[in-house]
């Protein structure tokens, strides 16, 4: 299974974008990678997936806010979220699956705040 190492978050003004990234320290071609995200007191939630083709799906709370994509080369994902508001205060984690099991991050602190 491979390791993961998020980065990109921070504090962001409301209404203000950010770009994630999940580093993997191997090949990540033909992985099933995601981006979850837990805030203080709530479950830990699905916030966007794509599969090893490119098919990408996205929760209801960030669709039209947000672009996930993978750079197979760079064994790297990627998540472009904008307009971003309170709500979306979280820890982000980053995910990867395969028949041999799922492999998670460390997570990287998003605030939202002005």
């Known amino acids: 299974q491979v390791q993961l190492v998020e980065s990109g978050g921070g504090l962001v003004q409301p209404g203000g974008s950010l770009r994630l990234s999940c580093a993997a320290s191997g090949s990540i071609f033909r992985l099933y990678m995601a981006w979850y995200r837990q805030a203080p007191g709530k479950q830990r939630e699905l916030v966007a997936d794509i599969t090893s083709s490119g098919v990408t799906n996205y929760a209801d709370s960030v669709k039209g806010r947000a672009t996930i994509s993978r750079d197979n080369a760079k064994n790297t994902i990627y998540m472009e979220m904008n307009s971003l508001n309170a709500e979306d205060t979280a820890v982000y984690y980053c995910?990867?699956?395969?028949?041999?099991?799922?492999?998670w991050g460390q997570g990287t602190q998003v605030t939202v705040s002005s």
């Open positions: 995910a990867a699956a395969s028949l041999a099991g799922r492999s």
